[in-house]
């Protein structure tokens, strides 16, 4: 059985310790709150741009998250 031990090397894996992966995790949340936000609550009064563009730009997403719409 020699050759089992050549064909299967031994692969162990990395670790990747908290302290590096903290900031890419905070990061990757704040961009999806920041998509929540977009999907869901960029409408009427809380709305930060003042046009329509983002609402009908996500307004598929929104209905498909069962945000309230229209
Ligand atoms: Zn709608």
Redesign the pocket.
């Known amino acids: 059985m020699q050759a089992s031990a050549t064909l299967s090397p031994a692969i162990e894996p990395v670790s990747i310790p908290v302290r590096e992966l903290l900031p890419w995790a905070v990061f990757g949340s704040m961009l999806l709150l920041l998509a929540i936000y977009f999907v869901g609550v960029e409408e009427g009064a809380m709305a930060v741009f003042n046009t329509m563009y983002v609402h009908e730009f996500v307004?598929d997403g929104?209905?498909l998250l069962g945000f309230p719409?229209?």
């Open positions: 307004h929104r209905h719409c229209h």
